[in-house]
DNA sequence: TTACTAGTTCGTTATTGATCGAACTTAATA
DNA sequence: TATTAAGTTCGATCAATAACGAACTAGTAA
């Protein structure tokens, strides 16, 4: 079973999270995500054209800064925001997303 | 004398600009800027320890994102922030960047 | 005219990043 | 015990990017 790591939020700089969000695909990941912010999605839920080891390349880059957790839960791996951290680190961000 | 080219606002993505904001050299930038918003500064006020093409480079990922807007005065280049512009088109912005 | 200053452009190098197919792992299920 | 499903990892390719020095341009000043 693959073991996730999830960076402190602490550690999270603001060019962390505009590197990762400097992408289309991602980002339609993370609006996809916050149009349902209590609900986690597994990976192939979020509908994207792209091959599954990039999108497993994606969902890798904003677990690797911060904005999105993934727990293991049978076959699949289940990813949501991590909406509250986020928020208080980053004032105003998911605000910015969803609506621009 | 050069002729700088700016996009408009309503052309510019979330993605284009989270892509321009993705490299710390530019948030200094912008932050230096946002501390003094009035003030048009020559590219070389800003303290950065770059060369000058790189530090040119950077201003030019800048203004093509719609962040800022050059003019020419006499030999220098002044740069300030398309502020209004950008706070209307992603509202939020200008904040999330001088807190975080 | 000459020199200086501010900034751009060019050519190059090195690094990062997006993308994919194929092979792999783990858990659930037939 | 296969088989399937979900996702990761590997290795490769290709494009984009950061960085720099050097040469260049345009305006200002000596």
Redesign the interface.
């Known amino acids: 079973m693959k073991k996730y790591r999830h960076p402190e939020i602490k550690n999270v700089?603001?060019?962390d999270v505009?590197?990762a969000?400097?992408?289309?695909c991602r980002?339609k990941i993370v609006r996809h995500l916050l149009n349902e912010p209590e609900r986690p999605f597994a990976c192939n839920e979020i509908p994207l054209r792209i091959a599954k080891a990039t999108r497993s390349h994606h969902f890798d880059v904003l677990r690797t800064s911060g904005l999105i957790q993934t727990r293991v839960e049978g076959t699949k791996s289940l990813t949501s925001l991590r909406q509250a951290e986020i928020e208080k680190?980053?004032?105003?961000?998911w605000?910015?997303?969803s609506?621009?």
Request: charged share 20%; hydrophobic share 50%; aromatic share 4%.
């Open positions: 700089t603001l060019a505009m590197q969000l400097a992408d289309p980002i680190r980053f004032p105003g961000l605000k910015l997303i609506r621009s």
